[in-house]
């Protein structure tokens, strides 16, 4: 399969599994799950097709780390990036001393000033390294790489969740744990 190729089915599995499961009819359970076979179904009558080899293709080389099956690959679900509500049974854990959020320059005063919110999201995302924080900053425009003092909030009882795809997950960011 080409680049090509696997990029539409990655960016329509993002659709389907973080945001509109609805565009095919797709069931997800309470932790997000799907059932392969009935994703399958249900985006070839939408015309958009793409085999079950293609599918562990796209979850295998998906450098974020996107997508997940269970252990049989029956089921499979996105890692994080959900804007519908689903619980992905993450459990607490205690954050490194800093953390890193990438974002756009236009967004700078905003966020000194709010904070960082998690807006249409289940969770603001951290990335534990400046790199991966440049990319998602670039994707908005400018990047702007901010320091997250998460070893503080952990302190101050603000809860840290690590997804499968290693991105760290809490629900809010005051704008007192943030340095440009």
Do not use: C
């Amino acid at each position: 399969m080409n680049e090509i190729e696997t990029k539409r089915i990655s960016k329509f599995l993002s659709l389907i599994l973080r945001h509109q499961p609805e565009t095919i009819n797709l069931h997800l359970d309470e932790n997000g799950w799907a059932d392969v076979d009935e994703l399958l179904e249900k985006s070839k009558k939408k015309r958009i097709l793409f085999t079950f080899e293609e599918l562990e293709e796209v979850v295998a080389t998906n450098n974020k780390k996107r997508f997940a099956f269970n252990e049989d690959k029956t089921k499979i679900r996105a890692s994080q990036g959900h804007s519908i509500d689903i619980d992905l049974a993450l459990i607490p854990q205690q954050p490194p001393e800093f953390l890193y959020h990438g974002t756009a320059e236009g967004n700078i005063s905003s966020i000194l000033e709010k904070g960082i919110e998690k807006r249409n999201r289940q969770h603001v995302h951290l990335s534990s390294d400046k790199e991966t924080a440049t990319k998602v900053g670039m994707r908005h425009g400018k990047p702007v790489i901010l320091t997250v003092r998460t070893g503080k909030m952990f302190d101050d009882g603000i809860l840290f969740f690590f997804s499968d795809n290693e991105v760290w997950l809490t629900d809010y960011v005051d704008a007192k744990y943030i340095s440009k």
